[in-house]
């Protein structure tokens, strides 16, 4: 059966990043690195909490904290995933210059990538989540879960990671020697300035247009919003707009940062090709 | 025989550096690259003092969305200052060898007449140096951007808690060094892990006596446990009080792991290095 170019360069390149990614040890030791990481970094939060809190977890800041960590692994895996498959093939395997000769969709092939680390963010994401639901107090009401705003959520802001990944891909194609500290410096910016981890009016006054700009803020609101309401609401940073308005701004930034994702990423592989930078290896 | 000494092919060695002054000699061989070489690549120097700023600032916001005691805050500075001591050592230290296994150096370290101790030590001495230029930095930041006040208790106490604790994480680099050396793909994964894993345990934001008490006991096998709890109690007056234990328990603590670290890296590489040889290891590449 012909499947079309795109598909199949995103298929075989999600498959190969998942077997990238695990099959480097046996099952066991990959369940424990893929769930260890992921909650020790949950932890420290919740004892920094609780060490200032005296382990008040009903107050409405815990969840906000904890539920904007956990969704946020999805931007390290899927955001630096995407980017680092350049670093990975160009400079540890040597392959990039073989795909780009072979008959498949480069961009596609690099989301590919970053949808490996989408499955093995998400199980950490559910993780994450499952043990603030049954150790932390975290209350999340199934039945009241806003499951539509919660999925329509969810999927733009994935996709929305994955292009922005894709212009992180572009200047890594272009840039030498930085391993992955731009995928690593953005996704850590964008922890601050989403207000991942705390309320965006704890910023200075001056710092806080960035977090509006940036399409994480709303995503994480609207995620926070579609798990426990009230609990998202009790903030004032973005609580005078319904989830309609909140999920109207976070598609249009999101076009719009796909949209420039695109074109850069054009652009530095036009100046890559060009410049014969597809198998420059400078890091190993 | 004239002939003989003015070709510089045939002419013999005018001096031949062996014992100590060889063994000196790789220690400032491999701590240039290190001190001299990283600095040349002004974006490297950029990014090992961003990653750690980013951390310090976002946790300082979290302590100011809870109200946190301003003693906190510096708590947060110091933990991402000492950040960059335990990246260096952990991709740095503990993965170099097996980065020089990567790069086809290894073989090439063991077959030079010096000492792989030597190699291990002149890594270290450049790394702590190079990486203590940032941690100043992070240090300088933190404190003029979040106003952090240091009432230091005693200056020679400080110096000799962070003497201690360089030497000895530096040692356990070293140490882990020679594990590294057996693994293959791995490695990069499970230095990867040694990251949250490691912040959460040696209480990089928070004061470690939070910690239940054997998990605290269990941390402190890291050099850098004590050693910031010490200096937390020793730079912040008000600390004293949630202190894991006394700083003169921890100086002797800190010293008695400089010196364990140090001399079971010496037999660790040994024998590592045995087992690497026999077991076709030194020049195995797997990706």
Same mark, same amino acid.
């Given at each position: 059966?012909?499947?079309? @170019?795109?598909?199949?360069?995103?298929?075989?390149?999600?498959?190969?990043?998942?077997?990238?990614?695990?099959?480097?040890?046996?099952?066991?030791?990959?369940?424990?690195?893929?769930?260890?990481?992921?909650?020790?970094?949950?932890?420290?939060?919740?004892?920094?909490?609780?060490? !200032?809190?005296?382990?008040?977890?009903?107050?409405?800041?815990?969840?906000?904290?904890?539920?904007?960590?956990?969704?946020?692994?999805?931007?390290?895996?899927?955001?630096?995933?995407?980017?680092?498959?350049?670093?990975?093939?160009?400079?540890?395997?040597?392959?990039?210059?073989?795909?780009?000769?072979?008959?498949?969709?480069?961009?596609?092939?690099?989301?590919?990538?970053?949808?490996?680390?989408?499955?093995?963010?998400? %199980?950490?994401?559910?993780?994450?989540?499952?043990?603030?639901?049954?150790?932390?107090?975290?209350? %999340?009401?199934?039945?009241?879960?806003?499951?539509?705003?919660?999925?329509?959520?969810?999927?733009?802001?994935?996709? /929305?990671?994955?292009?922005?990944?894709?212009?992180?891909?572009?200047?890594?194609?272009?840039?030498?020697?930085?391993?992955?500290? !731009?995928?690593?410096?953005?996704?850590?910016?964008?922890?601050?300035?989403?207000?991942?981890?705390?309320?965006?009016?704890?910023?200075?006054?001056?710092?806080?247009?960035?977090?509006?700009?940036?399409?994480? @803020?709303?995503?994480?609101?609207?995620?926070?919003?579609?798990?426990?309401?009230?609990?998202?609401?009790?903030?004032?940073?973005?609580?005078?707009?319904?989830?309609?308005?909140?999920?109207?701004? /976070?598609?249009?930034?999101?076009?719009?940062?796909?949209?420039?994702?695109?074109?850069?990423?054009?652009?530095?592989?036009?100046?890559?090709?060009?410049?014969? /930078?597809?198998?420059?290896? @400078?890091?190993? | +025989?004239?002939?003989?000494?003015?070709?510089?092919?045939?002419?013999?060695?005018?001096?031949?550096?062996?014992?100590?002054?060889?063994?000196?000699?790789?220690?400032?061989?491999?701590?240039?690259?290190?001190? #001299?070489?990283?600095?040349?690549?002004?974006?490297?120097?950029?990014?090992?003092?961003?990653?750690?700023?980013?951390?310090?600032?976002?946790? #300082? &916001?979290?302590?100011?969305?809870?109200?946190?005691?301003?003693?906190?805050?510096?708590?947060?500075?110091?933990?991402?200052?000492?950040?960059?001591?335990?990246?260096?050592?952990?991709?740095?230290?503990?993965?170099?060898?097996?980065?020089?296994?990567?790069?086809?150096?290894?073989?090439?370290?063991?077959?030079?007449?010096? =000492? +792989?101790?030597?190699?291990?030590?002149?890594?270290?001495?450049?790394?702590?140096?190079?990486?203590?230029?940032?941690?100043?930095?992070?240090?300088?930041?933190?404190?003029?951007?979040?106003?952090?006040?240091?009432?230091?208790?005693?200056?020679?106490?400080?110096?000799?808690?962070?003497?201690?604790? +360089?030497?000895?994480?530096?040692?356990?680099?070293?140490?882990?060094? =020679?594990?590294?050396?057996? &693994?293959?793909?791995?490695?990069?994964?499970?230095?990867?892990? *040694?990251?949250?894993?490691?912040?959460?345990?040696?209480? &990089?934001?928070?004061?470690?006596?939070?910690?239940?008490?054997?998990?605290?006991?269990?941390?402190?096998?890291?050099?850098?446990?004590?050693? +910031?709890?010490?200096?937390?109690?020793?730079?912040?007056?008000? *600390?004293?009080?949630?202190?894991?234990?006394?700083? *003169?328990?921890?100086?002797?603590?800190?010293?008695?792991?400089?010196?364990? &670290?140090?001399?079971?890296?010496?037999?660790?590489?040994?024998?590592?290095?045995?087992?690497?040889?026999?077991?076709?290891?030194?020049?195995?590449?797997?990706?």
């Amino acid at each position: 059966m012909q499947t079309s @170019t795109s598909w199949r360069s995103f298929r075989m390149a999600a498959w190969l990043g998942w077997v990238i990614e695990s099959n480097w040890t046996d099952p066991f030791l990959f369940a424990v690195y893929s769930i260890v990481k992921p909650l020790s970094g949950a932890a420290i939060l919740v004892i920094m909490y609780g060490v !200032i809190t005296e382990g008040n977890f009903g107050s409405a800041l815990f969840p906000y904290i904890y539920l904007g960590n956990a969704f946020y692994i999805y931007v390290g895996a899927v955001m630096t995933g995407v980017s680092w498959a350049v670093v990975d093939d160009r400079e540890l395997y040597k392959t990039l210059k073989y795909m780009y000769i072979a008959p498949i969709n480069i961009p596609l092939y690099l989301l590919g990538r970053g949808g490996a680390r989408f499955v093995v963010g998400s %199980i950490a994401v559910l993780i994450t989540i499952l043990t603030g639901v049954f150790f932390l107090n975290v209350k %999340i009401n199934l039945a009241e879960v806003n499951w539509g705003l919660f999925f329509v959520s969810l999927t733009i802001g994935i996709i /929305m990671l994955a292009l922005i990944g894709l212009m992180l891909a572009g200047f890594t194609l272009v840039t030498a020697r930085h391993e992955g500290f !731009i995928g690593e410096a953005v996704a850590a910016a964008l922890y601050i300035f989403s207000g991942a981890v705390f309320p965006l009016d704890v910023l200075p006054e001056w710092l806080r247009p960035v977090g509006y700009f940036m399409p994480t @803020t709303y995503w994480l609101e609207l995620l926070r919003r579609s798990l426990v309401g009230e609990v998202a609401n009790a903030f004032p940073t973005l609580s005078q707009f319904s989830n309609l308005e909140i999920l109207g701004v /976070m598609i249009g930034l999101s076009i719009l940062f796909g949209l420039v994702s695109i074109w850069i990423f054009k652009i530095c592989d036009h100046i890559a090709r060009e410049n014969g /930078m597809i198998d420059r290896t @400078t890091n190993y | +025989m004239d002939n003989l000494n003015s070709n510089p092919l045939t002419r013999p060695y005018s001096r031949k550096d062996i014992g100590w002054r060889l063994f000196l000699k790789t220690i400032i061989a491999r701590s240039y690259p290190r001190i #001299v070489g990283q600095q040349r690549e002004l974006s490297w120097v950029l990014f090992e003092i961003l990653l750690p700023m980013f951390a310090v600032c976002t946790y #300082v &916001f979290v302590y100011r969305a809870l109200n946190a005691p301003e003693e906190y805050i510096g708590f947060v500075v110091m933990g991402g200052a000492m950040t960059a001591f335990w990246l260096n050592v952990l991709w740095s230290m503990s993965s170099q060898l097996y980065w020089e296994k990567q790069q086809g150096n290894l073989q090439l370290y063991i077959i030079a007449p010096n =000492s +792989m101790m030597a190699i291990l030590l002149g890594m270290a001495v450049g790394g702590m140096f190079a990486t203590l230029l940032r941690a100043v930095t992070v240090t300088i930041f933190g404190t003029l951007v979040f106003s952090v006040k240091f009432e230091i208790v005693s200056y020679l106490q400080l110096f000799a808690v962070f003497t201690l604790t +360089m030497i000895a994480l530096y040692g356990m680099g070293m140490m882990m060094a =020679s594990a590294f050396l057996l &693994f293959g793909r791995e490695a990069w994964h499970i230095a990867n892990l *040694a990251q949250e894993p490691i912040f959460l345990a040696s209480g &990089f934001f928070f004061p470690i006596k939070f910690l239940p008490f054997w998990v605290a006991a269990g941390a402190s096998l890291l050099p850098l446990t004590l050693g +910031m709890d010490a200096m937390r109690q020793l730079v912040f007056s008000s *600390a004293t009080s949630i202190g894991f234990l006394d700083v *003169a328990t921890e100086i002797w603590i800190l010293a008695g792991l400089a010196v364990l &670290f140090i001399v079971a890296s010496k037999y660790l590489l040994a024998y590592v290095e045995k087992l690497a040889v026999r077991e076709g290891r030194i020049t195995e590449s797997r990706r």
